[in-house]
Protein backbone atom coordinates (compact mmCIF):
# COMPACT_ATOMS: atom_id res chain seq x y z
CA UNK A 1 0.00 0.00 0.00
CA UNK A 2 1.27 3.76 -1.17
CA UNK A 3 1.55 6.24 1.81
CA UNK A 4 0.34 9.74 0.98
CA UNK A 5 2.92 11.87 0.24
CA UNK A 6 3.31 15.02 1.99
CA UNK A 7 1.90 17.37 -0.54
CA UNK A 8 -1.11 15.04 -0.63
CA UNK A 9 -1.48 14.75 3.78
CA UNK A 10 -0.85 18.92 3.93
CA UNK A 11 -3.80 19.34 0.87
CA UNK A 12 -5.95 17.12 2.86
CA UNK A 13 -5.35 19.29 6.23
CA UNK A 14 -5.46 22.26 4.49
CA UNK A 15 -9.13 21.29 2.82
CA UNK A 16 -10.30 20.46 6.21
CA UNK A 17 -9.13 24.04 7.54
CA UNK A 18 -10.63 25.82 4.76
CA UNK A 19 -14.14 24.28 4.66
CA UNK A 20 -14.01 25.81 8.53
CA UNK A 21 -12.38 29.06 8.35
CA UNK A 22 -11.51 30.07 5.27
CA UNK A 23 -13.28 32.57 3.00
CA UNK A 24 -16.15 31.91 0.61
CA UNK A 25 -15.71 32.76 -3.26
CA UNK A 26 -18.27 32.03 -6.12
CA UNK A 27 -17.16 31.41 -9.70
CA UNK A 28 -18.90 32.71 -12.52
CA UNK A 29 -20.79 29.71 -13.16
CA UNK A 30 -22.03 29.95 -9.74
CA UNK A 31 -20.03 26.95 -8.18
CA UNK A 32 -18.15 27.98 -4.45
CA UNK A 33 -14.66 27.83 -3.58
CA UNK A 34 -12.59 28.22 -0.59
CA UNK A 35 -9.65 29.99 0.25
CA UNK A 36 -7.86 32.72 1.97
CA UNK A 37 -8.58 36.08 0.99
CA UNK A 38 -5.82 38.41 1.85
CA UNK A 39 -6.11 42.38 0.75
CA UNK A 40 -2.85 44.22 1.89
CA UNK A 41 -5.00 47.69 1.15
CA UNK A 42 -7.49 46.68 3.61
CA UNK A 43 -5.14 45.68 6.27
CA UNK A 44 -5.45 46.86 10.04
CA UNK A 45 -2.29 46.84 10.92
CA UNK A 46 -1.30 49.35 7.65
CA UNK A 47 -3.99 51.82 8.74
CA UNK A 48 -2.67 52.22 12.26
CA UNK A 49 -5.01 53.16 15.24
CA UNK A 50 -5.63 56.71 13.81
CA UNK A 51 -6.25 54.90 9.92
CA UNK A 52 -3.70 57.48 8.40
CA UNK A 53 -0.52 56.46 10.99
CA UNK A 54 1.58 54.21 9.17
CA UNK A 55 -0.53 54.87 5.42
CA UNK A 56 1.03 57.33 5.13
CA UNK A 57 4.59 56.08 5.19
CA UNK A 58 4.49 53.14 2.95
CA UNK A 59 4.73 53.22 -0.95
CA UNK A 60 1.79 51.93 -2.24
CA UNK A 61 3.70 49.73 -4.97
CA UNK A 62 5.38 48.28 -2.31
CA UNK A 63 2.50 46.54 -0.73
CA UNK A 64 1.57 44.01 -3.21
CA UNK A 65 -2.10 43.11 -5.12
CA UNK A 66 -5.62 41.10 -3.42
CA UNK A 67 -4.74 37.48 -3.36
CA UNK A 68 -6.65 34.23 -2.60
CA UNK A 69 -4.58 31.55 -1.54
CA UNK A 70 -6.42 27.94 -2.33
CA UNK A 71 -5.45 24.63 -3.10
CA UNK A 72 -3.32 23.77 -6.27
CA UNK A 73 -6.12 21.11 -7.22
CA UNK A 74 -9.01 24.36 -7.32
CA UNK A 75 -6.28 26.60 -8.58
CA UNK A 76 -6.92 24.27 -12.07
CA UNK A 77 -10.50 25.52 -11.98
CA UNK A 78 -9.21 29.17 -12.40
CA UNK A 79 -6.49 30.18 -15.02
CA UNK A 80 -5.53 33.95 -15.97
CA UNK A 81 -8.30 36.25 -16.37
CA UNK A 82 -11.25 34.11 -14.24
CA UNK A 83 -13.58 36.14 -12.53
CA UNK A 84 -14.46 35.36 -9.02
CA UNK A 85 -16.49 37.32 -6.04
CA UNK A 86 -15.18 37.12 -2.86
CA UNK A 87 -18.01 36.28 -0.13
CA UNK A 88 -17.62 39.37 2.12
CA UNK A 89 -18.81 42.93 3.18
CA UNK A 90 -17.19 45.65 1.01
CA UNK A 91 -15.26 46.82 3.25
CA UNK A 92 -13.35 44.17 4.12
CA UNK A 93 -12.59 43.99 0.33
CA UNK A 94 -15.59 41.50 -0.73
CA UNK A 95 -16.15 41.91 -4.04
CA UNK A 96 -15.78 40.89 -7.97
CA UNK A 97 -11.97 40.16 -8.98
CA UNK A 98 -10.17 39.06 -11.81
CA UNK A 99 -7.53 36.38 -11.56
CA UNK A 100 -3.77 38.46 -13.05
CA UNK A 101 -1.83 35.20 -12.17
CA UNK A 102 -1.10 32.64 -9.91
CA UNK A 103 1.65 32.05 -7.17
CA UNK A 104 2.39 28.46 -6.65
CA UNK A 105 3.49 28.42 -2.64
CA UNK A 106 5.10 25.17 -2.87
CA UNK A 107 3.19 23.78 -0.06
CA UNK A 108 -0.14 22.77 -2.01
CA UNK A 109 -1.79 26.06 -1.73
CA UNK A 110 -1.35 28.87 -4.82
CA UNK A 111 -1.92 32.13 -4.05
CA UNK A 112 -4.03 34.03 -6.95
CA UNK A 113 -3.00 37.28 -7.63
CA UNK A 114 -6.07 39.72 -8.28
CA UNK A 115 -7.20 42.92 -9.38
CA UNK A 116 -10.97 44.36 -8.75
CA UNK A 117 -13.05 43.60 -11.86
CA UNK A 118 -14.63 46.85 -13.50
CA UNK A 119 -17.20 46.18 -16.00
CA UNK A 120 -16.94 48.35 -19.22
CA UNK A 121 -20.16 50.24 -19.44
CA UNK A 122 -19.26 51.95 -22.92
CA UNK A 123 -16.45 51.99 -25.14
CA UNK A 124 -14.08 54.51 -25.39
CA UNK A 125 -13.04 55.58 -28.75
Sequence with gaps: MRRPSFRERMAVMSA???DRVGDRATLEDGSPIM???ENPFLDPQV???NGKAL???I???ELGEPRFSVLAEDAKRLPRDSVLTIELPAA???GRYRVVRPEPA???MVALVLEEDHERTADIW
Aim: glycine share 28%; net charge neutral.
Design 47 to 49: RGR
Design 55 to 57: ASQ
Design 92 to 94: EGG
Design 106 to 108: GDG
Design 35 to 37: GTF
Design 16 to 18: RIL
Design 59 to 61: DAA
